[in-house]
């Protein structure tokens, strides 16, 4: 870690931009030698404000695991960010446009883990610790101006753009399917907008799941029992607009609807 950079300070400014909808610039504009652990610390400390308010922390997302993400963001390897409870929004609930700064949506499928998982585990021990998963949509906010940073440690440090997020109610076992082969469609207004397979998502969404414990080992934290993961989107994001109704369907997973107003 850097030891000029003051993790508390960079945090504070990133959770008053997004308190007050206000974009910044990025942060490696001013600190060019933000390195991923500063980032990493810095999304911690900003949790942690976020804590200290009443929030609870419920799971953590992956992002940048799909090629389709990574060329429109134009960065090459996966990251994760933590998700609270303030940030879900009920099925079929309302997204308020003007509560964020420039939202976009992007189709996931989530899981939900029974055991906790720690380093390096295989896809069965990752099956074995799920309780269930099922169709899912994230809303990205980027704090940073028009949602545009250039670095890695920009985003983590932003954690990872993360903003609101939807859970389908329909949980399924995770081995009953092939989760490899899931088509998922996202329409607006009955429109699709974005389609992929599953397996866009890191060729397994199982393996997102694989990747966040070793990001996580690598800090030397574990994945805890009773998290919600997001793997990351299938797709490239859809920039929300007020009326907009956003449905994704995950084959054998179902439907999961959002509007934003
Ligand atoms: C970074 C977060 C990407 C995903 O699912 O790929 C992400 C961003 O797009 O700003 O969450």
Redesign the pocket.
């Known amino acids: 870690m850097t030891a000029t950079v003051d993790h508390q300070e960079l945090a504070r400014a990133l959770d008053a931009a997004r308190l007050e909808r206000r974009e910044v610039a990025p942060l490696t504009r001013e600190v060019p030698q933000l390195s991923l652990p500063d980032a990493y610390a810095i999304q911690e400390a900003g949790i942690r404000l976020r804590l200290s308010r009443g929030e609870r922390v419920v799971g953590l997302?992956?992002?940048?695991?799909?090629e389709a993400?990574r060329r429109?963001?134009n960065l090459d390897s996966p990251?994760y960010?933590v998700l609270t409870d303030r940030m879900q929004v009920p099925a079929d609930g309302v997204v308020r446009l003007s509560e964020g700064i420039h939202p976009?949506i992007?189709p996931?499928i989530a899981f939900r883990i029974g055991r906790e998982l720690k380093g390096k585990v295989t896809r069965d021990e990752a099956l074995d610790a799920c309780v269930s998963v099922f169709a899912a949509m994230?809303i990205?906010d980027?704090r940073y101006r028009d949602?545009k940073?250039f670095s890695l440690p920009d985003?983590v440090a932003d954690n990872?753009?993360?903003s609101l997020f939807v859970l389908g109610t329909a949980e399924h076992p995770p081995r009953a399917m092939d989760l490899t082969r899931l088509e998922m469609k996202m329409s607006v207004n009955g429109e699709v907008v974005q389609a992929a397979r599953s397996d866009a998502i890191s060729g397994d969404p199982v393996v997102s799941l694989l990747q966040l414990c070793e990001l996580l080992a690598e800090r030397g934290q574990v994945l805890p029992a009773g998290s919600i993961v997001?793997a990351?989107?299938a797709t490239a994001?859809h920039m929300l607009k007020p009326g907009d109704r956003v449905q994704l369907t995950v084959e054998g997973l179902g439907s999961v609807a959002v509007s934003a107003a």
């Open positions: 997302k992956m992002g940048l695991t799909s993400k429109q963001m990251v960010g976009k992007e996931e994230e990205l980027s949602f940073y985003v990872s753009s993360s997001l990351g989107a994001a």
